[in-house]
Structures are given as C-alpha cells and as structure tokens.
T-cell receptor, first 114, second 111 residues
Framework: DAGVIQSPRHEVTEMGQEVTLRCKPISGHDYLFWYRQTMMRGLELLIYFNNNVPIDDSGMPEDRFSAKMPNASFSTLKIQPSEPRDSAVYFC????????????FGSGTRLTVV | GQQLNQSPQSMFIQEGEDVSMNCTSSSIFNTWLWYKQEPGEGPVLLIALYKAGELTSNGRLTAQFGITRKDSFLNISASIPSDVGIYFCAGQQTSGSRLTFGEGTQLTVNP
C-alpha cells in the first residue's frame, strides 16, 4: 500500500483566499483524522471521521474551517477565507478501528498564508 | 480533556549515549504508542504497547507501559546521528477511540 497520501505537499496562498487540502487514506481503514501541527501548540486534532461520517469536530478552530469525506478513499479540509495564523503543517492520518497500531500519518501539507 | 505530559522537551546528546524520555498522564490509558517524526514528514510508529507492565523492543529502542497505566517510557541505546527527530508519545483510552498525543521530545545527536 502507498500509505496515506496528502496533496499538495506545500501551499503558499494570500490571506483571504480559499485553501483546499486533500487526503487519500489507506484502503480499508475506517477512521480518518485531520491534525494541525505548529510550534506553539504541537499536534492538534481538528476532526475525525468513522466510515465517512464526522464523529468529532470540536477541534476545528472556527467556521472558516470545514472538512468533508464524500467516500472512503477521499477527504478534504477547506479553509475559507485563509488567514496568516492558519500557517501550519496539516496532517491526515487513517486507522482501523480495532488496530491502533495501524494508525498511519501522511507526509503532511505545509501551508503558508501571507 | 485528557493530557499527556512528555519530558524532556528537548535533548542534546553525543553519539553513543543512551537516551530516556517519558510520558505521564492523570488518566488511565489502555494503549501507549511511540512515534518518531523527521523533518518534512509525518510521525511514524516505532513501538505499540498494549498491556500494563509490557516491555517491548525495536532494535535499539525499548519502551515500557507503566504498571499504573498512566505512564510510559522510551529508551534509545547507543544513539546515532539518524536518531535525530521529534519523538511523540500517544495514548488511547478505549479501543477505537481517538489518540491523545504528548508535546514531543526534540532529540539532537551530535556526532
């Protein structure tokens, strides 16, 4: 398996623009997680899905952030409008419900909002 | 919510030295995981622990699941330059629940 695939790897955008981050989980994994990593706050869980259904979005910073999982092989995290404080590395991870050792991260998207 | 306190925050050591880091919580966890993150990449699983008291090795790495189920330890023996990175602990309270991550330990190994 190719692992969790995220795109793009790097994104530079201007404040106010819409940003869409993409994730393809490992085939067969039924959980998908979106994290944000910054120096100040470390790894923060934003939202996670089980069988394509959002389970907990309490980590989503504000209404500018939204996430969708239209099918088992694709998820998006959208920021609209983007702000400089959104600059961070965004990770997607997937896992099997009963196999915590299967929890696998993608390589991340480094977002810079100028 | 539950928090994991990881220490130390950073370590600067000489090649060949042994390293110890730990993770503690006020809550009980049923599973402990240790991850390593290298620059520009996502965290990669090193060791998973499933039972209190369990001691598991992966090459020069050894991790232990504390008896109280509120802590875990990671040791690296005879460090080498490629051990550089950020090491994260993570805990899971019940099967299928989300992972809680520690703040990470930044390890620097001087040749």
């Amino acid at each position: 398996d190719a692992g969790v695939i995220q795109s793009p790897r790097h994104e530079v955008t201007e404040m106010g623009q819409e940003v869409t981050l993409r994730c393809k989980p490992i085939s067969g994994h039924d959980y998908l997680f979106w994290y944000r990593q910054t120096m100040m706050r470390g790894l923060e869980l934003l939202i996670y899905f089980n069988n394509n259904v959002p389970i907990d979005d309490s980590g989503m910073p504000e209404d500018r952030f939204s996430a969708k999982m239209p099918n088992a092989s694709f998820s998006t995290l959208k920021i609209q409008p983007s702000e400089p404080r959104d600059s961070a590395v965004y990770f997607c991870a997937s896992s099997l419900a009963l196999a915590v050792g299967s929890y696998t991260f993608g390589s991340g998207t480094r977002l810079t909002v100028v | 919510g539950q928090q994991l306190n990881q220490s130390p925050q950073s370590m600067f050591i000489q090649e060949g030295e042994d390293v110890s880091m730990n993770c503690t919580s006020s809550s009980i966890f049923n599973t402990w995981l240790w991850y390593k993150q290298e620059p520009g990449e996502g965290p990669v699983l090193l060791i998973a622990l499933y039972k209190a008291g369990e001691l598991t090795s992966n090459g020069r790495l050894t991790a232990q699941f504390g008896i109280t189920r509120k802590d875990s330890f990671l040791n690296i023996s005879a460090s080498i330059p490629s051990d550089v990175g950020i090491y994260f602990c993570a805990g899971q309270q019940t099967s299928g629940s989300r992972l809680t991550f520690g703040e990470g330990t930044q390890l620097t190994v001087n040749p």
